[in-house]
């Protein structure tokens, strides 16, 4: 930091399996400085950002962090990745502020670590108790293979079902270009679930369920992670009919002051 700007650094999965899902986050974060700097920055100083891709990888984010505290002299960090554990002791010993997507244990254990959510181990029964009510009583969980985060997110669904009194049949693991839809539905049509929960990109998501549905299989649930995005929607149209999307924040559809603001910030500075 200087008398006229403040550094900070940007860990996210540029590349990896996990890539996908954060694809925009550059653009969100670019609007929302660019917002900042617009109306005078903090205190003067202007906001910028140097970034580095920890590919999802709790070692690699652990490498880039220190790269960014150490060369680059940063003087906080935002963390959108599934893989901040790999980077928190360290950031937490060299007293670093972090904010970011709270997706790990580690975001409710660090004093120096911000967020809009928490996450934890313990057993919370929301999307179980959606599921249940949904008619759900036994779930498949699909989830990308080779992601310490991913595997933590699917866990943490996996416990949520088990809380509302959901069955957790199994874990099928699914990568794009890797496995085939076909065989994944043939796995969920064998363990009879009534309800898919989906750690995956949601296109994949929605290829197996269009196989699901061909073979006469249509599951009661079908609970994705994430997919909350228009582009979805254009792309695959009424395949996408049936699945659901928890989102923590407020609907755009809704609108509002504050949803109004973000699009202005979005189409200015993004």
């Known amino acids: ?30 609007a929302r400085l660019g917002a900042v700097n617009a109306a005078g920055g903090v205190n003067g ?32 960090v935002v963390e959108l990745s599934v893989a ?18 709270a997706s790990e244990q580690v975001w409710s254990q660090d004093r120096n670590m911000f967020a809009a959510t928490t996450a934890t181990d313990a057993a919370v029964d929301t999307q179980g108790g959606f599921v249940r009510d949904q008619g759900g009583s036994c779930a498949v969980i699909l989830q990308t293979a080779l992601s310490a985060g991913v595997s933590a997110t699917a866990s943490t669904y996996a416990r949520s079902l088990a809380a509302a009194g959901v069955q957790v049949l199994g874990t099928v693991t699914f990568t794009t270009g890797v496995d085939d839809p076909v065989a994944v539905a043939r796995r969920i049509v064998a363990a009879r679930a009534d309800t898919t929960v989906g750690v995956i990109e949601p296109k994949d998501l929605v290829a197996v369920l269009a196989v699901l ?37 407020r609907p755009f559809e809704i609108g509002g002051p504050g949803i109004n603001a973000y699009l202005a910030a979005m189409r200015q500075f993004a």
């Open 1 to 30: 930091m200087s008398g006229d700007r403040i550094d900070l650094g940007v860990l996210y999965p540029d590349s990896g399996p996990v890539s996908p899902i954060f694809e925009a986050a550059r653009a969100g974060i670019d």
């Open 45 to 76: 100083r202007r906001v910028v950002y140097q970034w580095r891709d920890d590919q999802g990888s709790p070692l690699t984010n652990g490498i880039a962090a220190r790269d960014l505290v150490e060369q680059r002299r940063v003087f906080g």
């Open 84 to 101: 901040a554990s790999g980077s928190a002791g360290y950031l937490a010993q060299q007293g670093v502020p972090v904010t970011g997507l």
């Open 213 to 249: 549905r061909a073979a006469g299989h249509n599951p009661k649930v079908v609970l994705s992670a994430n997919g909350y995005d228009h582009a979805l929607l254009r792309a695959v149209g009424p395949q996408a009919a049936g699945i659901s999307v928890p989102v923590f924040y």
